[in-house]
């Protein structure tokens, strides 16, 4: 068995399934390359906080596959045997122009995948490349469907740039919306997803569908979660921000983890509150430096 790998009768209280890649940013002098993927990111975060958490994801036995199990092994996350699956792991080349702005060329495969051998989850979670590239889309659906977890959180973080048809790929948002139990969506998701909808039409689109509980994060301006019951809107932290690269996968991750230590029936009013505040000052945590460096359990005890 590989280093990292979840043993075959392992449980595991989340199994996060999705992509991870190398981001590589080039701005013409040099070429910096990190660890990136959101359902990658989410796992890592859930594995600071110390949650029980495997990833399924696709990654070939390259120097770049083994850095990605390396860096997400350190933060507490076993990687399925499956995920060994690539014959080259999946990057994201970001080319920053002279204004600043990034152009983005993906080299991202993304394969049918089989289920996880030996995992029971509780909680499952996917999102982004994961949930709207063919041919594991569909697969993923499969995967989860398979898996009976109590809850099933999604995150769509759409990358417009892999989207070929939009109708397809709204289509693939809805069908994983509808077996989902948590839908986050940032505001960018929420504008292409359904343009020209205000915040509470967003939310009330993904709780018609199926879900328990939706979240819309606004950047600066925080965040809103919901249910059928409640609407609660969650104050921003003020932090001196450094940039916010991996803050809505830390938001995601900060959910994850309350809710998988909760029933998996109604959320009170106070929930609402409690889940939100707690994700909003875990993502200020990570803007306030550089990269998705999501923090660890210690570093949110005192708040």
């Given at each position: ?29 040099r ?10 990111n989410v796992?890592?975060?859930l ?25 997400v092994?350190?933060?507490g ?17 970001a080319r920053?122009?002279s ?24 909680v499952?979670h996917?999102g982004?490349?994961?949930t ?5 889309a569909?697969?993923?659906?499969d995967v989860i469907?398979?898996?009976g ?15 070929d ?15 989902a ?6 505001d960018?998701d ?5 343009p020209?909808?205000d ?16 979240a819309?994060?606004?950047g ?15 104050p ?7 940039d ?10 900060t ?18 509150e409690?889940?939100?505040?707690d ?9 306030s430096r ?8 210690a ?5």
């Amino acid at each position: 068995m590989s280093s990292g790998a979840t043993s075959r009768s392992d449980p595991a209280g989340v199994l996060v399934v999705g992509e991870a890649l190398i981001d590589i940013v080039d701005d013409g002098a040099r070429r910096d390359e990190h660890v990136g993927g959101s359902p990658a990111n989410v796992a890592l975060g859930l594995g600071r906080r110390g949650a029980d958490v495997a990833l399924l994801t696709q990654i070939a036995r390259d120097e770049r596959g083994r850095r990605i199990a390396e860096h997400v092994t350190a933060s507490g996350v076993r990687i399925c045997d499956e995920s060994w699956s690539l014959e080259r792991t999946s990057t994201a080349l970001a080319r920053i122009g002279s204004d600043g702005a990034a152009t983005y060329a993906f080299d991202i495969v993304w394969d049918a995948l089989r289920a996880p051998e030996g995992i029971r989850p509780r909680v499952v979670h996917t999102g982004s490349i994961a949930t709207t590239l063919e041919p594991g889309a569909a697969a993923v659906r499969d995967v989860i469907a398979g898996l009976g977890a109590d809850e099933v959180t999604f995150d769509p973080n759409i990358r417009p740039a892999l989207v070929d048809d939009r109708d397809v790929a709204l289509a693939h948002v809805d069908a994983m919306m509808r077996l989902a139990t948590t839908v986050k969506l940032s505001d960018e998701d929420a504008a292409w997803l359904f343009p020209g909808d205000d915040v509470d039409a967003v939310l009330d689109r993904i709780l018609a569908v199926g879900p328990r509980l939706a979240a819309l994060t606004i950047g600066a301006e925080g965040a809103v979660l919901a249910t059928a019951q409640d609407r609660v809107p969650v104050p921003p932290v003020a932090v001196d921000v450094v940039d916010t690269i991996g803050a809505g996968d830390t938001f995601m991750a900060t959910m994850i983890h309350a809710l998988a230590s909760r029933p998996a029936g109604p959320l009170a009013c106070g929930d609402l509150e409690a889940i939100g505040r707690d994700a909003v000052r875990a993502a200020a945590v990570t803007v306030s430096r550089a990269g998705a460096d999501l923090p660890w359990a210690a570093e949110l005890a005192d708040g």
